[in-house]
């Protein structure tokens, strides 16, 4: 599986939503699974989301090319049904810590977020929104310009609440939450896009994203009725992902 790595303005539906140039975002994708590092140039520090085994000489590369800078930590916002994570190991490589949130049962993790709070960074605090439905310990995580969605929100989309654990409910008053604690200007950077990684402001999600202007009744009447394969790695991803 070829891995690619892209920057912001390679994906980024309008360029007029670029953000300022210290805030930087490099976008690490093999097949339709997306991860992030983020960083910003004035302050020296940076943050790693949801990386992925079969990735980790990317970030490794990336790593390389921002020297000093502090890593804020490494952050699963679910826990991850269709790849292997590396947070753990990608964190020790970084000397960072590993941030989950509290219903993740795995031990490889370094602080447990139980309730939305922010974590403080010279750029600006590091927002952990919690977000159960795709999975129960599923979170999104803002920082400057940037929130990164996981599975709660896709483009023009949202996660599948099929697999295990999964909450059509609870996700649809996490999509209610998010309006109340984002602004339209921000940039939803989802964890898959299976039409190339696109990004886009929340304000645009606001507009497009029919998953985020369904009543409740709807949104879990579709989400009920889909139907599709599980992924391909579900029960490996698991075993790893859960020890």
Avoid at 139 to 144: I, K, N, R, T, Y
Wanted: glycine content about 6%; aromatic content about 8%.
């Amino acid at each position: 599986m070829t891995t690619l790595v892209k920057s912001l303005s390679d994906i980024l539906i309008s360029k007029e939503n670029l953000p300022p140039a210290q805030w930087q975002l490099r976008i690490v994708s093999s097949g339709d699974c997306q991860s992030y590092i983020a960083w910003n140039q004035s302050t020296l520090e940076a943050l790693a989301i949801d990386p992925k085994l079969e990735d980790l000489d990317a970030y490794l590369k990336i790593k390389t090319e921002i020297q000093n800078y502090r890593w804020l930590g490494v952050v699963d916002t679910h826990t991850h049904a269709d790849h292997i994570s590396t947070a753990a190991h990608l964190a020790s490589v970084l000397s960072a810590p590993v941030f989950m949130q509290n219903l993740s049962t795995t031990i490889r993790v370094d602080f447990r977020i139980a309730k939305t709070s922010s974590l403080s960074s010279t750029a600006g605090p590091v927002r952990f929104i919690m977000t159960p439905g795709h999975t129960p310990d599923a979170m999104c995580v803002a920082w400057g310009p940037f929130c990164f969605t996981g599975d709660t929100v896709l483009y023009n989309d949202c996660g599948r609440d099929d697999l295990p654990g999964g909450d059509p409910t609870a996700h649809y008053h996490s999509l209610q939450a998010l309006k109340k604690e984002l602004k339209p200007e921000i940039l939803m950077c989802p964890g898959h896009d299976f039409k190339g990684g696109r990004i886009s402001s929340w304000g645009a999600q606001l507009q497009t994203n029919s998953s985020l202007t369904q009543d409740e009744k709807s949104f879990v009447e579709e989400s009920v009725a889909f139907d599709a394969p599980a992924p391909a790695l579900l029960k490996k991803s698991l075993f790893e992902n859960l020890k």
